[in-house]
């Protein structure tokens, strides 16, 4: 059941994204270029997604277990450190050169063509090198 679920959400989901045009890298560059040939239709979905996000945490807030009974996953920290800041930064730096986000790219893969591989192949990448990274970091930083 729980597999389902997930499935029917991911399927539905990844619907929304095709539908909204999220997975159109051209429609998401003209979203964010805000100084240029600025396209604000994606500004309807960026809204529109914040509301069931807003009942999915409003249900949280009142819930500790998921109508399939596994643990629901702990509220987002409020903290707003350097780490939050840089992979902000570098997330929206990846999200305004590709036009993808990991949504979009994975929803677009069976059309996107080759770009939407690569970028698939170098999103893992960052996920696998990431952690890795930001220890080393962290140990730079508390040997300074």
Known sequence: ????????????F????????????AKV???????????????????????????AWLVRARRATALTGGPLPPPPSRR???PLILGSVLFGIGWGLAGLCPGPAIASLSYGGAGHWLFLAAMLTGMAVAPQLRSRLDRAVAAE
């Not at 059941?1 to 539905?12: F, V």
């Not at 990844?14 to 890298?25: K, P, V």
């Not at 100084?35 to 994606?42: I, K, Q, S």
């Open 14 to 25: 990844g619907a929304g994204l095709f539908i909204s045009g999220m997975t159109d890298t």
């Open 29 to 55: 560059q003209g979203w964010l270029d805000i100084f240029g040939n600025w396209d604000p239709t994606l500004a309807f979905v960026m809204g529109g997604a914040m509301i069931p996000m807003a009942l």
């Open 1 to 12: 059941m729980r597999l389902l679920i997930a499935l029917l959400a991911g399927s539905l």
């Open 80 to 82: 707003i450190d350097r």
